[in-house]
């Protein structure tokens, strides 16, 4: 079964620290690759995602990810943090052969940013 | 405004009921998604739909039902066999293979 795999469960940053938040998929072929952002009382909404073509991908907020097909992952980056970006992140896979639109999540990582 | 629904936000149940979350879109889209959150496991798929009068069993099935009656209105069923009902249920919607829409929630607590 697919699976996709947040390593950082909780991270605690100050503000203007940069941030990487791994995730790792295990599922062999072609993925369409997407981050969620989870802010305190907030609905679920898209940070970025990824489809096709350059593998770096920026999103909103300063947000950026990079798809290293090598490596199964979608790292999620900042170079400086705000209090703001305080959230729950997680990153979902869809795999690009089924019929529907099913993606797999990763467990979410919690970000807390010190102000 | 465009957007998805759910009601109630917060919703209590006594042990062996029944209890049903409202999930409603008005965004046009084809799919529809229910999930349940968990601390520490992220979204697991419950049901989804791709189109009226048509559903899927997702992960975590057994426990729940669904109905899609309506493009519109995707209605959640907690039955009394879903053994762990306490959680953060999410319901979305998409155009197929496009991102999904996630709405604001409701969460469910067995007394």
């Known amino acids: 079964a697919q699976s996709v795999s947040q390593h950082n469960h909780h991270v605690i940053l100050s503000e203007a620290a940069s941030l990487e938040l791994g995730c790792n998929y295990s599922?062999?072929?072609?993925?369409?690759l997407f981050w969620y952002v989870q802010y305190p009382g907030q609905h679920l909404q898209l940070l970025l995602k990824y489809f096709s073509g350059d593998p770096l991908v920026k999103g909103i907020k300063g947000f950026e990810a990079e798809f290293i097909k090598s490596k199964f992952s979608f790292n999620l980056r900042k170079p400086s943090v705000q209090w703001s970006d305080t959230a729950e992140y997680f990153c979902?896979?869809?795999?690009?052969?089924?019929?529907?639109?099913?993606?797999?999540f990763g467990g979410g990582t919690r970000l807390m940013v010190k102000p | 405004d465009g957007g998805i629904t759910q009601s109630p936000k917060y919703l209590f149940r006594k042990e062996g009921q029944n209890v049903t979350l409202s999930c409603e879109q008005n965004l046009n889209h084809d799919a529809m998604y229910w999930y349940r959150q968990d601390p520490g496991q992220g979204l697991r798929l419950i049901y989804y739909?791709?189109?009226?009068?048509?559903?899927q069993k997702g992960d975590i099935a057994e426990g729940y039902s669904v109905s899609r009656e309506k493009k519109e209105s995707f209605p959640l069923t907690v039955t009394s066999a879903q053994k762990n009902p306490t959680a953060f249920y999410l319901c979305?919607?998409?155009?197929?293979?496009?991102?999904?829409?996630f709405g604001p929630g409701t969460r469910l607590t067995v007394l």
């Open positions: 979902a896979v869809r795999k690009n052969n089924n019929a529907g639109n099913m993606l797999t």
């Open positions: 739909s791709q189109i009226v009068n048509d559903f």
């Open positions: 599922y062999g072929g072609t993925v369409n």
């Open positions: 979305a919607s998409s155009i197929v293979v496009h991102e999904q829409f």
